[in-house]
């Protein structure tokens, strides 16, 4: 059975769009002619990215969203749909990044991560996805980590977040399978964003020591999130009939440069 192509027109959202990974997907799916609905809490960052954007030529809209708050969810979308039209990909990407030993972090702050990264993702997903599914085609790209393979000290919460992600999109695949919507989950390695740059220095200093002694800083590129933005576009424009169910990117070791023998150019 041949698979009807994408339609001309495909209305994004993008939530956690104020900054880093969602602000750089934004940027790029717009620049492509995509209408992008730009949700996040900081709706100024919001408005600042969506007024370059369609200086650009571009069509987007801010649209506030709490990822926390299932009526700010359902209202995101809502809105989102109202401006731009039925949704054909959603990016989920809210989040920040709380650290800490797991034998120390409290229950409050270990289930906020918890609700931020993981509830937040279904509570989108649960929105969006039946329309999908009605219309017979979508894309839902969950922004997941490589913590699920290599998890790292001080961050208990966060990769058990990040692993539920993993969980959810195996299930969600299975699920979907035959209807025309695809799950697809990214798993980035460090990307220099704002999340998690707010830790005081010694802290900092005591988590990094520990990811090294396991081996967990190999090098220190990072990456940037433009580079994720890009495997977003790759998933999101792949043809229908084919599904990018996983992809992993991660940071480029540098180049170790020698000095050429004298003489060789």
Same mark, same amino acid.
């Given at each position: 059975?041949?698979?009807?192509?994408?339609?001309?027109?495909?209305?994004?959202?993008?939530?956690?769009?104020?900054?880093?990974?969602?602000?750089?997907?934004?940027?790029?799916?717009?620049?492509?002619?995509?209408?992008?609905?730009?949700?996040?809490?900081?709706?100024?960052?919001?408005?600042?990215?969506?007024?370059?954007?369609?200086?650009?030529?571009?069509?987007?809209?801010?649209?506030?969203?709490?990822?926390?708050?299932?009526?700010?969810?359902?209202?995101?979308?809502?809105?989102?749909?109202?401006?731009?039209?039925?949704?054909?990909?959603?990016?989920?990407?809210?989040?920040?990044?709380?650290?800490?030993?797991?034998?120390?972090?409290?229950?409050?702050?270990?289930?906020?991560?918890?609700?931020?990264?993981?509830?937040?993702?279904?509570?989108?997903?649960?929105?969006?996805?039946?329309?999908?599914?009605?219309?017979?085609?979508?894309?839902?790209?969950?922004?997941?980590?490589?913590?699920?393979?290599?998890?790292?000290?001080?961050?208990?919460?966060?990769?058990?977040?990040?692993?539920?992600?993993?969980?959810?999109?195996?299930?969600?695949?299975?699920?979907?399978?035959?209807? &025309?919507?695809?799950?697809?989950?990214?798993?980035?390695?460090?990307?220099?964003? &704002?999340?998690?740059?707010?830790?005081?220095?010694?802290?900092?200093?005591?988590?990094?020591?520990?990811?090294?002694?396991?081996?967990?800083?190999?090098? &220190?590129?990072?990456?940037?999130?433009?580079?994720?933005?890009?495997?977003?576009?790759?998933?999101?424009?792949?043809?229908?009939?084919?599904?990018?169910?996983?992809?992993?990117?991660?940071?480029?070791?540098?180049?170790?440069?020698?000095?050429?023998?004298?003489?060789?150019?």
């Amino acid at each position: 059975m041949a698979f009807i192509p994408h339609p001309q027109r495909r209305p994004v959202l993008v939530a956690g769009a104020s900054s880093g990974i969602g602000a750089a997907t934004a940027e790029i799916l717009s620049a492509a002619g995509y209408p992008v609905a730009l949700a996040a809490r900081r709706v100024d960052k919001l408005q600042e990215l969506t007024d370059r954007i369609t200086a650009a030529g571009g069509e987007a809209v801010a649209v506030p969203l709490d990822i926390t708050d299932e009526s700010s969810v359902l209202e995101c979308v809502a809105k989102a749909q109202a401006a731009l039209g039925d949704l054909e990909i959603v990016v989920s990407g809210a989040g920040d990044l709380a650290v800490g030993l797991s034998y120390e972090v409290s229950p409050a702050d270990f289930a906020a991560q918890i609700d931020i990264h993981l509830v937040g993702a279904h509570r989108l997903y649960r929105a969006v996805v039946p329309g999908m599914i009605e219309r017979g085609r979508g894309d839902y790209v969950f922004i997941g980590s490589d913590v699920v393979l290599h998890p790292r000290p001080w961050s208990s919460a966060y990769v058990a977040a990040k692993a539920g992600i993993d969980g959810l999109v195996a299930t969600a695949q299975l699920e979907l399978e035959g209807t &025309g919507v695809r799950a697809s989950v990214i798993r980035p390695g460090q990307v220099l964003t &704002g999340m998690g740059m707010y830790l005081d220095q010694k802290t900092t200093e005591l988590m990094l020591n520990d990811w090294i002694k396991h081996g967990l800083a190999r090098h &220190g590129n990072f990456l940037e999130p433009g580079h994720i933005a890009q495997a977003v576009t790759a998933i999101v424009t792949m043809p229908r009939g084919a599904h990018m169910r996983v992809v992993e990117v991660e940071a480029e070791g540098a180049i170790q440069r020698t000095e050429r023998p004298e003489g060789e150019h």
